[in-house]
T-cell receptor, first 119, second 117 residues
Framework: AQTVTQSQPEMSVQEAETVTLSCTYD???????LFWYKQPPSRQMILVIR??????QNATENRFSVNFQKAAKSFSLKISDSQLGDAAMYFC????????????????FGTGTLLAVQP | EAQVTQNPRYLITVTGKKLTVTCSQN?????MSWYRQDPGLGLRQIYY???????DKGDVPEGYKVSRKEKRNFPLILESPSPNQTSLYFC????????????????FGPGTRLTVL
């Protein structure tokens, strides 16, 4: 079974600085998708960035980028120029590339990292 | 506007009193699922449905039931709630992998905070 591990329960960053959130995963599959979700105090789940395992290029979305190391099964999120609005719980998630049954669209989540942004 | 709605958003109930949390999506998605979020555990899938009348257990199905009589609706039923079901619940929907075009985007509802006393 696949697992996702976020070893940093809490992180803190100064406004305008850069912070990196860690995520590791375990799988025997070669085809899969990885995601970072943001959950602000409103509790809404917001997709931040996605990465397809078959793509070697790291995904980037504005101030958010990932460092995807497939061999090491690592998927870290880097937030540049941190803003007060970035304060939230961040979840790393895995989705199988298999196309059958319940594996089709199921997300496996890590335990989350609570990010505080200091002004 | 594409969205997933859940009702109620907040609910406080007592042990053993049956309740239903509704979920509805307006995107004609085939796939719908329920997750629960608990501190230190992240989100875990409770049940999922791949289409009308097709449902199956996720990772933590004990104490829950679901039904999928219409494509847009996927209610979560707690027949006899217990305090260990106090949690934050999310409904999510997405297109089936076999659909064309397929997108891996999952749409989440706003969450339902349930407290069972």
């Amino acid at each position: 079974a696949q697992t996702v591990t976020q070893s940093q329960p809490e992180m803190s960053v100064q406004e305008a600085e850069t912070v990196t959130l860690s995520c590791t995963y375990d799988t025997s599959e070669s085809d899969y998708y990885l995601f970072w979700y943001k959950q602000p105090p409103s509790r809404q789940m917001i997709l931040v960035i996605r990465q397809e395992a078959y793509k070697q290029q790291n995904a980037t979305e504005n101030r958010f980028s990932v460092n995807f190391q497939k061999a090491a099964k690592s998927f870290s999120l880097k937030i540049s120029d941190s803003q007060l609005g970035d304060a939230a719980m961040y979840f790393c998630a895995y989705r199988s590339g298999l196309n059958y049954g319940g594996a089709t669209n199921k997300l496996i989540f890590g335990t989350g990292t609570l990010l505080a942004v200091q002004p | 506007e594409a969205q997933v709605t859940q009702n109620p958003r907040y609910l406080i109930t007592v042990t053993g009193k049956k309740l239903t949390v509704t979920c509805s999506q307006n995107m004609n998605h085939e796939y719908m699922s329920w997750y629960r979020q608990d501190p230190g555990l992240g989100l875990r899938q409770i049940y999922y449905s791949m289409n009308v009348e097709v449902t199956d257990k996720g990772d933590v199905p004990e104490g829950y039931k679901v039904s999928r009589k219409e494509k847009r609706n996927f209610p979560l039923i707690l027949e006899s709630p217990s305090p260990n079901q106090t949690s934050l619940y999310f409904c999510a929907s997405s297109t089936d992998r076999a659909s064309s075009p397929w997108t891996d985007t999952q749409y989440f509802g706003p969450g339902t905070r349930l407290t069972v006393l």
